[in-house]
């Protein structure tokens, strides 16, 4: 480790960094974005709240969800599987409210 540290070429070190987290899929941004626009037009915050919690009144499941969204995309586009898109909304730490 030593003789890594004090050689001249950086080139060998390799930074483990770049491996925290997951690293960006871009394969389904189209979807993504489609379903950004799709919740931002018909999610409403409930008028007696007074917090952010939003009801989507029309989907009922991520299957119809995933339908609906798919509708508006071209033929051909990437789509991701209901239970995939139904583990993104999961939360990362399930002891964390």
Known sequence: MHCLLGCDSTSIIFDLRANNG???DTRHDEFWDALDAYLKHVSVVHEKRHH???YMPLPISTEDLTETVNEDLPEGTLV???SWLA???LPTNA???
């Open 52 to 54: 952010e919690h939003m």
């Open 80 to 82: 991701p599987s209901a």
């Open 95 to 97: 002891y964390v409210r």
């Open 22 to 24: 997951r690293p960006k």
């Open 87 to 89: 583990y993104n909304f």
